[in-house]
């Protein structure tokens, strides 16, 4: 029996560091949050790679942002930033959003934001991360609920809605500002009734159920003080709310950023000064969704063909691979702008679906289900060339569906070795203690 449960615990320690990949170069940490009350864990994800686009510290329920990042939610510990790594916050109509933020270090000319958006986008986008928004940041538009936007001297909420999915948006929102509720309700020091200097609970409750949204109230809370913004059709035009509904009910993805420049928008007149006379870390925590959990499937098959590629043939060789013939991947020809020009293959034998454009890697990437892709030929913007697949890095077990399958079935074989090196040395060292399980 002692036996047993020294193997047990040897398979259980190998499946453990398996499985522990998080954090790696496109996952900075994770963080603890709710759904409802039941506690969950959600990893943090960002397109820049070895958290490149600025701070992102995470550590039980709080993650710690300084300067210059833009990040999301992630589906899980992910090793790669593609449109199905998301999660989604779905079902809002009727619950809530809650958390606690600290702005106490961001001053005029900043912002900390939290918001939803409806990506991914039908492809990577010009910052390969399928980001998009109601003021079409990277060329693609999309729903947008600002959950916070934010300094220490003023707090906006702002739903942005659109007349389809990826377009005719509102790119000022229908915004609700804690400046319209007086000088003295929000700022830093003890005179506001939310001092800024400390942090606070902010609570969005969206009314309604399904997906008619009839309107949006935000109650900002510090100990036994608090403040209310309220948003509805009254205030944001008629059919507003409903036509935010749609997207709060099919689901949206958690993001978050940190900015500066000028945000007269957001706090003046409080502020005079867009300067960034502060801008230190923004501390967000406590997260609480009353809704449900997703995750993103991925864009559109198709995705979006952008102008002719400048001239140029498409690198032929060793730039190309394919992994268990069921992908190919290539990187673009010098010069050509990969988020804008698409890409494709045809094979000698088999087929491949449409190619997308990954920035991180500065590749395209090609589904080739079946029975995968023989001697591709690559076209970019009208130049065409033929893949030698004496030059391919080819994996011909049978049936992988994904790029992550070698990598999975690899590092499986090197768990069953660890297992059974183990055992084999756990049995002689209890036959040399002459142990009577093992006699």
């Not at 020294?6 to 190998?14: D, E, G, R």
């Not at 060329?139 to 999915?165: F, Y």
């Not at 506001?192 to 109230?217: D, E, M, P, Q, R």
Request: hydrophobic share 35%; glycine share 12%; charged share 10%.
């Amino acid at each position: 029996m002692y036996t047993f449960w020294l193997i047990i615990a040897a398979v259980t320690l190998c499946l453990t560091e398996e499985e522990a990949t998080c954090p790696n170069s496109y996952v900075p940490g994770s963080i603890s949050y709710k759904v409802g009350s039941t506690s969950t864990t959600g990893y943090l994800i960002q397109a820049g790679g070895s958290n490149s686009w600025g701070k992102v510290t995470a550590s039980g329920s709080s993650v710690t942002i300084g300067k210059g990042p833009r990040f999301y939610l992630a589906s899980g510990c992910v090793s790669a930033f593609a449109g199905n790594a998301f999660s989604t916050f779905a079902s809002l109509v009727g619950g809530s959003i809650s958390f606690t933020v600290d702005v106490s270090q961001l001053g005029c000319g900043t912002n900390a934001a939290f918001y939803l958006v409806n990506m991914p986008t039908s492809g990577a986008g010009s910052n390969g991360d399928y980001y998009c928004d109601a003021n079409c940041v990277g060329g693609s538009c999309c729903a947008e609920m600002d959950l916070l936007e934010a300094n220490r001297w003023a707090l906006q909420i702002s739903p942005h809605k659109c007349t389809s999915a990826t377009g005719g948006c509102d790119a000022g929102g229908c915004g609700k500002n804690t400046q319209s509720l007086g000088k003295t309700a929000y700022g830093p020091g003890s005179s506001y009734t939310i001092n800024t200097s400390s942090a606070y609970n902010v609570k969005i409750a969206f009314s309604g159920s399904g997906s008619a949204l009839t309107g949006i109230t935000t109650t900002i809370s510090q100990g036994s003080k608090s403040i209310t913004l309220s948003q509805s059709d009254s205030a944001c035009g008629s059919g507003y709310m409903s036509a935010f509904g749609g997207v709060l009910k099919a689901g949206m993805v958690p993001v978050w950023s940190y900015w500066t420049g000028n945000m007269a928008w957001l706090d003046s007149p409080a502020c005079s000064n867009e300067n960034n006379e502060v801008a230190g870390n923004f501390i967000f925590s406590n997260l609480v969704v009353s809704g449900t959990v997703g995750k993103t499937t991925g864009p559109p098959s198709q995705p979006p063909s952008g102008p002719p590629a400048p001239p140029g043939t498409p690198v032929c060789g060793t730039s190309g691979t394919t992994t268990n013939q069921y992908w190919v991947e290539f990187k673009a020809p010098s010069g050509v702008d990969g988020s804008k020009t698409s890409a494709s293959v045809k094979c000698t034998s088999g087929s491949c679906q449409a190619c997308t454009w990954f920035a991180s890697g500065g590749k395209y990437q090609c589904s080739c289900p079946g029975s995968g892709c023989t001697n591709p030929t690559i076209t970019v913007g009208g130049k065409a060339c033929v893949l030698s697949a004496s030059a391919l890095t080819e994996d011909t077990m049978a049936n992988s569906s994904t790029m992550d399958q070698p990598m999975i079935i690899g590092v499986s074989v090197v768990a069953a070795v660890l297992v059974i090196t183990i055992i084999v040395i756990v049995v002689i060292y209890l036959k040399k203690k002459g142990s009577p399980e093992i006699a």
